[in-house]
């Protein structure tokens, strides 16, 4: 299908408190080839003048797929990039431009590598410069940017702690080219990519805020859930050092490309009543009252006409109240979501109740990205459907190797040569030391021989069986699937292929599940958990339209991973845990020794989705895990 070029239509005024324009695309791949044709547009109109073209560059995984727009420009409509200059905005330092994480590197095999453009026209900051130089360097990539001309058009993507470039907070609107420590936040984002945090590095070389601004147009690009909350602060919030990406509120063309799951924290979005007539579908209502309570502090069974009325919500009143009727509706609608039954309870009435009560038992599959996807976010849950007599399978779609650090690795490989040596196990000790030969040899950067990849997996399916094994779940109703995808490639440049979505399609069609837990719907499109999610939609797509009958009786529930958790108005099912169960499902976590990330670790996040329940004035649990119902 032909990716539509023009945002989805904005209605009048609800754009309002928007200080950036910000065009909302039903995708991505709509924006990028939107902002593609114009960047067609601008070189043509400059080329006809004789001109040409500055284009200010970002790396990261957002502009992914406009350069491949760019590319298939080149080739299939042989559009010619000769008299383009680039300015990439950064590069990390101490990372030479060979070093696989280095952004000349990305901008080679990413876009450079596949046009026309000549290599001496292309600038990516150089992160090798000694220290006591770059000052000196930085001025003159400043110098060379004024004497290309200054930059016509500068492209860029957003940090969650809202950097551009890498404008972390406090850096000031008069900041120029220069060295800069990385957030804590910007290292984490990218541990995956340089195999553990701890290598990622700690300084960056950035082009400052002022020479972003003096470019003369500049497009910002955000896709995916986890940047809503940042591109709704830059472009709704108050100019501020702490959010870089709101000093673009100054410029006179500046604008922001998102889709829609990055639009969503916009006020239009969020909470459309206060900006425009809403038409109350049965979810507004929900969120409507939900926003209210949460506003106001107050359980949703005291507010009062006074509160809807003054906060913007006469006209739902109107319609859905008095406000008295309308509490007890949605408190009750609250309260049907809780359920300790998530696989539907045997013999019970289930008209209020998230689950069919039949078939019992139901064959149960849990997808996982990857290991520890699942125990994170649903471990009680497993738990659960386990105890309560359900048939559940959990696969994993890929086998995080890519995760796992050298140093795990090595421990396996140590400890196998040992057993070996004294054993006297003459091929053993020759594959441990081609283990250890071959780490050695790659080092802290180089990339993961077959070999390690392959010990690498193993380390991860022992701990996901042992992470399983705590929520009752057995050995053999653990599918590691490795996806061909993923085995052959790295992270934010990830391709799901049709063999991928052949073997998720052959692993549904096998289990033939009644239901599905799932995630990634609202990821990042570039992350792993998105590209999990595409591979199971085309494959379900592929099964529906072979008129499979397991589908029809068949629930899909979405779990989130790291991005926000669901809001209460979003949840269709939440499953309550006790202080016994969360503490078992952060002991199946800390199964995971091979990659920890501290801050899933310790159940807050599901201890916090109890509290917004009990705030609204529903059962007080420890903990919940939320899940909401996609149709298929
Ligand atoms: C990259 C850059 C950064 C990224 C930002 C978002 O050159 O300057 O500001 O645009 O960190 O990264 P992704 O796109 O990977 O989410």
Same mark, same amino acid.
């Given at each position: 299908?032909?990716?539509?070029?023009?945002?989805?239509?904005?209605?009048?005024?609800?754009?309002?408190?928007?200080?950036?324009?910000?065009?909302?695309?039903?995708?991505?791949?709509?924006?990028?080839?939107?902002?593609?044709?114009?960047?067609?547009?601008?070189?043509?109109?400059?080329?006809?003048?004789?001109?040409?073209?500055?284009?200010?560059?970002?790396?990261?995984?957002?502009?992914?797929?406009?350069?491949?727009?760019?590319?298939?420009?080149?080739?299939?409509?042989?559009?010619?990039?000769?008299?383009?200059?680039?300015?990439?905005?950064?590069?990390?330092?101490?990372?030479?431009?060979?070093?696989?994480?280095?952004?000349?590197?990305?901008?080679?095999?990413?876009?450079?590598?596949?046009?026309?453009?000549?290599?001496?026209?292309?600038?990516?900051?150089?992160?090798?410069?000694?220290?006591?130089?770059?000052?000196?360097?930085?001025?003159?990539?400043?110098?060379?940017?004024?004497?290309?001309?200054?930059?016509?058009?500068?492209?860029?993507?957003?940090?969650?702690?809202?950097?551009?470039?890498?404008?972390?907070?406090?850096?000031?609107?008069?900041?120029?080219?220069?060295?800069?420590?990385?957030? !804590?936040?910007?290292?984490?984002? @990218? +541990? #995956?990519?340089? *195999?553990?945090?701890?290598? /990622? =590095?700690?300084?960056?070389?950035?082009?400052?805020?002022?020479?972003?601004?003096?470019?003369?147009?500049?497009?910002?690009?955000?896709?995916?859930?986890?940047?809503?909350?940042?591109?709704?602060?830059?472009?709704?919030?108050?100019?501020?050092?702490?959010?870089?990406?709101?000093?673009?509120?100054?410029?006179?063309?500046? !604008?922001?490309?998102?889709?829609? @799951? +990055? #639009?969503?924290? *916009?006020?239009?979005?969020? /909470? =459309?009543?206060?900006?425009?007539?809403?038409?109350?579908?049965?979810?507004?209502?929900?969120?409507?009252?939900?926003?209210?309570?949460?506003?106001?502090?107050?359980?949703?069974?005291?507010?009062?006409?006074?509160?809807?009325?003054?906060?913007?919500?006469?006209?739902?009143?109107?319609?859905?109240?008095?406000?008295?009727?309308?509490?007890?509706?949605?408190?009750?609608?609250?309260?049907?979501?809780?359920?300790?039954?998530?696989?539907?309870?045997?013999?019970?009435?289930?008209?209020?109740?998230?689950?069919?009560?039949?078939?019992?038992?139901?064959?149960?599959?849990?997808?996982?990205?990857?290991?520890?996807?699942?125990?994170?976010?649903?471990?009680?849950?497993?738990?659960?459907?386990?105890?309560?007599?359900?048939?559940?399978?959990?696969?994993?779609?890929?086998?995080?190797?890519?995760?796992?650090?050298?140093?795990?690795?090595?421990?396996?490989?140590?400890?196998?040569?040992?057993?070996?040596?004294?054993?006297?196990?003459?091929?053993?000790?020759?594959?441990?030391?081609?283990?250890?030969?071959?780490?050695?040899?790659?080092?802290?950067?180089?990339?993961?021989?077959?070999?390690?990849?392959?010990?690498?997996?193993?380390?991860?399916?022992?701990?996901?069986?042992?992470?399983?094994?705590?929520?009752?779940?057995?050995?053999?109703?653990?599918?590691?699937?490795?996806?061909?995808?993923?085995?052959?490639?790295?992270?934010?440049?990830?391709?799901?292929?049709?063999?991928?979505?052949?073997?998720?399609?052959?692993?549904?069609?096998?289990?033939?599940?009644?239901?599905?837990?799932?995630?990634?719907?609202?990821?990042?499109?570039?992350?792993?958990?998105?590209?999990?999610?595409?591979?199971?939609?085309?494959?379900?797509?592929?099964?529906?339209?072979?008129?499979?009958?397991?589908?029809?009786?068949?629930?899909?529930?979405?779990?989130?991973?790291?991005?926000?958790?669901?809001?209460?108005?979003?949840?269709?099912?939440?499953?309550?845990?006790?202080?016994?169960?969360?503490?078992?499902?952060?002991?199946?976590?800390?199964?995971?020794?091979?990659?920890?990330?501290?801050?899933?670790?310790?159940?807050?996040?599901?201890?916090?989705?109890?509290?917004?329940?009990?705030?609204?004035?529903?059962?007080?649990?420890?903990?919940?895990?939320?899940?909401?119902?996609?149709?298929?």
């Amino acid at each position: 299908m032909a990716a539509k070029t023009k945002p989805l239509p904005t209605l009048p005024g609800e754009d309002r408190l928007e200080k950036i324009p910000a065009h909302i695309y039903e995708s991505p791949g709509d924006a990028c080839a939107a902002l593609a044709a114009e960047v067609k547009t601008l070189i043509e109109k400059r080329r006809a003048k004789g001109k040409a073209t500055v284009l200010g560059l970002a790396t990261g995984s957002t502009p992914v797929p406009f350069y491949r727009e760019l590319i298939r420009l080149h080739n299939e409509e042989g559009f010619s990039f000769a008299d383009v200059i680039t300015f990439n905005l950064d590069e990390y330092f101490g990372v030479d431009r060979d070093h696989r994480e280095s952004y000349a590197r990305f901008m080679r095999e990413q876009l450079f590598d596949h046009i026309d453009i000549d290599p001496a026209n292309t600038h990516v900051p150089d992160g090798t410069v000694p220290s006591e130089e770059v000052f000196s360097y930085c001025s003159g990539y400043e110098k060379a940017i004024k004497e290309a001309g200054g930059i016509d058009l500068q492209i860029l993507g957003i940090g969650r702690t809202g950097h551009i470039g890498f404008n972390e907070p406090g850096s000031s609107r008069d900041s120029r080219t220069r060295l800069i420590t990385l957030d !804590r936040i910007t290292r984490l984002d @990218a +541990a #995956a990519d340089f *195999l553990g945090e701890e290598n /990622v =590095p700690r300084f960056a070389i950035t082009m400052g805020v002022g020479t972003i601004l003096e470019a003369r147009e500049i497009a910002l690009m955000a896709w995916g859930q986890n940047k809503a909350s940042v591109v709704a602060e830059a472009v709704e919030g108050p100019v501020s050092d702490q959010v870089s990406a709101s000093f673009l509120q100054d410029h006179p063309k500046a !604008r922001f490309l998102i889709d829609a @799951a +990055a #639009a969503g924290a *916009l006020t239009r979005r969020r /909470v =459309p009543w206060l900006v425009r007539p809403v038409s109350w579908k049965a979810r507004d209502v929900r969120r409507a009252v939900v926003w209210v309570a949460q506003k106001l502090e107050k359980p949703v069974l005291k507010l009062v006409e006074r509160d809807f009325n003054e906060n913007g919500l006469g006209d739902l009143l109107t319609q859905h109240g008095p406000a008295y009727d309308l509490n007890i509706r949605i408190f009750n609608e609250l309260q049907h979501t809780i359920s300790g039954w998530p696989g539907g309870k045997p013999n019970a009435d289930h008209t209020n109740r998230p689950e069919r009560a039949l078939p019992y038992p139901k064959t149960t599959l849990v997808l996982s990205p990857e290991p520890q996807d699942d125990v994170i976010s649903m471990g009680g849950t497993m738990e659960r459907l386990h105890e309560q007599g359900h048939n559940v399978t959990v696969a994993y779609l890929t086998s995080g190797n890519l995760r796992v650090a050298d140093a795990e690795a090595e421990k396996f490989a140590r400890v196998l040569l040992a057993t070996a040596q004294r054993e006297k196990w003459k091929k053993q000790v020759e594959y441990a030391e081609g283990i250890l030969a071959q780490l050695a040899e790659k080092g802290p950067f180089g990339q993961d021989t077959d070999d390690i990849r392959r010990i690498k997996s193993l380390i991860r399916r022992g701990e996901a069986r042992d992470a399983c094994a705590v929520c009752g779940i057995a050995h053999e109703k653990i599918r590691f699937l490795d996806l061909p995808f993923y085995e052959q490639g790295r992270y934010r440049q990830f391709t799901v292929q049709d063999e991928d979505i052949a073997a998720v399609r052959k692993l549904l069609a096998a289990v033939k599940p009644h239901q599905i837990y799932a995630t990634g719907n609202a990821a990042d499109p570039s992350s792993l958990p998105a590209k999990c999610f595409y591979a199971l939609s085309q494959a379900i797509a592929q099964e529906k339209a072979a008129g499979a009958a397991w589908l029809e009786s068949c629930y899909l529930w979405l779990y989130r991973g790291t991005e926000d958790e669901y809001s209460p108005h979003e949840i269709d099912m939440a499953v309550p845990m006790s202080p016994d169960q969360l503490a078992r499902k952060v002991s199946a976590i800390h199964k995971y020794q091979s990659h920890r990330s501290e801050e899933q670790h310790t159940g807050e996040r599901n201890r916090l989705a109890a509290q917004r329940y009990d705030d609204l004035g529903l059962a007080e649990y420890e903990a919940i895990e939320p899940f909401q119902r996609w149709r298929i």
